[in-house]
Every structure is written in structure tokens, then in C-alpha cells.
């Protein structure tokens, strides 16, 4: 069992379903609506607890109901929440569009009390995050408290993966920090001004990103599979009909940090969160759609 630590953000998804996006103005009739536990750090952590992962999670919510699904969820997940509560804000939330038609998915994100979190949380958490074997950030919550973070890992000899969602702009200072990092497509090009479609594309993304500091950049693309440097592509798995690709990227991101934790080759540990990925998108919802180890470890095996 590997130990993962992972600095990120809690929200409450709401989500919709309709034919297609209203236009500014418009109203239209959806198609249904759930709400469940999500934010990108929430989901990363809880993909790597069901596949058996000691997964910490630190974050900031407030003190509501929907600190109170994100207890449950963490709980479900054999997470350890290493939590601030901040009664004076709110607890994240998430709106979600899903085009019915194709499972595609358009977000915003409002991460309420975690917005907050601060350079002095970190220090407060420097011991958990010392004594992980991966640590894992992302961009929901401030950059530099993210970069903080990596910090305090690299310091540590840990292992570093920074998923730079959303897209902002970054320094070679947070790069030379990332063992892995593991933008999608459009985080790619956010940050390398290349747009990346095809595997030829990928490649020239990454070379970008390693002179930029980056020691092994991963490139997730949906379907395709991921890009990993220096290897080449591993492709995604069919394990059933395209539900929602909701969380996906997050689903690879805590198989992949899994598996380094364990102690797995970085192409193996991109296989394994393509595997936990490609399960992920068969099944509606973000953190409730992350598999167990027993389905990562059959699809493998086909």
C-alpha cells in the first residue's frame, strides 16, 4: 500500500443534462439533474482509496451540508480528510453541463472556503505531506499554495504530480517542482501554446514542457488514451459505452499516483490510470463512478 497525499479542492456537482447549452439569455428544458461529490482534488483522492491507496486529503470546506457529503465521501473511499473548517464561507460547488447526446461536459467551479487555503496551511500540514510517497496538486485552489506544496515534497524526495487544471498561466518555478504533470489536450496548449490532437502533437507539447522544467510530462487525451514522454502512447481501454467523461482526468490522476505509490514504472502507472479512466467514463457522476481495484486489475487482464 503506497501513501498518497493529495492538496485540492471539495465541490458539490450539480449536474445537468440537455440537448445541447442554452445561449446567453436563453432558457431550456433539461434532460435531468444530479447532484454528488466532486472537485478534481476530491476525485483524484478518492480514485486512489477505492484502489487501495493511504490517501490523505487536505482542503479547506465550510460548515454545511455539503461539508458534510464531502465527510461521507471521503469516509466511503477510506480517505483521511485533513481538514480546515471556515464557518465564515462556503463549501465549493460545481455547475455541470452534459450534452446528453455525446457525455461531453462543459464546468464551472465556484470552490468557496478552499479558495482560501493558505501558505500556512501548508506549513501546518508540512508532516503529512513529508510522509507521503506521491504528493498530487492541482489549480483549484490558489497557484502558489499549490507550488508551496511541491515545495515542501520535493524537499522530501517525494514523488511530485501537478495536474494544472483549470488552465493557468505558470513559471518555471512550479515546473521544475513536477516530477509528472498531466494536463489534458486543452491544458496542453494552455500552457505550450501548441495544439495538441494528435500523438505527433503530443510529443512536440511535451518536449515544450520539459524544457520548461518539467521532468516527465503526461498527456491525457480522452479517448485516445495518454501520452506519456519519452515512452509514447498508451491507449485507452474499452471497458463498455461512453456514460459521462465527467472526472475522467481525475480518475487517471489517482490510478496513476496509485501506482507510482506502489512503486510501479511510469509506464505502467499510465496504463493503470488509463485502465481506471477508461471504467470511469462507463458510469454517470464523478467520485461515485471511480472502480475498485478488483475491476482495474480484470480490465488489465483482458
Given at each position: ?24 439569455g436563453e432558457t431550456i428544458l433539461g434532460k435531468s439533474f ?269
Amino acid at each position: 500500500m503506497g501513501k498518497v497525499v493529495v492538496l485540492g479542492v471539495f465541490v458539490a456537482d450539480t449536474a445537468y443534462r440537455a440537448d445541447r447549452m442554452p445561449r446567453m439569455g436563453e432558457t431550456i428544458l433539461g434532460k435531468s439533474f444530479a447532484i454528488g461529490p466532486g472537485g478534481k482534488g476530491s476525485n483524484q483522492a478518492v480514485a486512489a482509496g477505492k484502489l487501495g491507496a493511504e490517501v490523505s486529503f487536505l482542503t479547506r470546506l465550510g460548515d454545511d451540508d455539503f461539508a458534510q457529503m464531502a465527510l461521507q465521501t471521503w469516509k466511503a473511499a477510506n480517505v483521511t480528510p485533513k481538514v480546515i473548517t471556515d464557518a465564515s464561507s462556503y463549501t465549493g460547488a460545481a455547475y455541470i453541463f452534459i450534452d446528453d447526446n455525446t457525455g461531453d461536459n462543459a464546468i464551472i467551479i465556484a470552490p468557496g472556503a478552499a479558495a482560501q487555503f493558505s501558505l500556512n496551511d501548508i506549513s501546518l500540514n508540512s508532516e503529512i505531506i513529508a510522509g507521503a510517497d506521491v504528493f498530487m496538486t492541482q489549480l483549484e485552489q490558489p497557484i502558489d499554495v499549490a507550488k508551496a506544496g511541491l515545495e515542501v515534497a520535493r524537499k522530501s524526495g517525494n514523488i511530485t504530480i501537478l495536474n494544472p487544471a483549470p488552465a493557468a498561466s505558470l513559471g518555471s518555478d512550479i515546473f521544475e517542482l513536477c516530477d509528472f504533470i498531466t494536463p489534458n489536450e486543452t491544458e496542453a496548449e494552455a500552457l505550450t501554446g501548441a495544439t495538441v490532437k494528435t500523438v505527433k502533437d503530443a510529443k512536440n507539447a511535451a518536449e515544450v514542457l520539459v524544457a520548461l522544467g518539467v521532468k516527465t510530462p503526461v498527456i491525457t487525451m480522452g479517448e485516445q488514451g495518454a501520452y506519456l514522454h519519452g515512452y509514447g502512447m498508451t491507449p485507452a481501454f474499452n471497458a463498455g459505452p461512453v456514460v459521462e467523461t465527467t472526472g475522467a482526468g481525475d480518475a487517471f490522476n489517482g490510478g496513476f499516483a496509485t501506482a507510482l505509490s506502489e512503486g510501479k514504472s511510469p509506464e505502467e502507472a499510465v496504463r493503470f490510470g488509463c485502465a481506471t479512466a477508461s471504467i470511469s467514463v462507463t458510469r454517470a457522476g464523478t467520485a461515485p463512478a471511480m472502480p475498485s481495484r478488483e475491476e482495474v486489475e480484470n480490465l488489465l487482464c483482458r
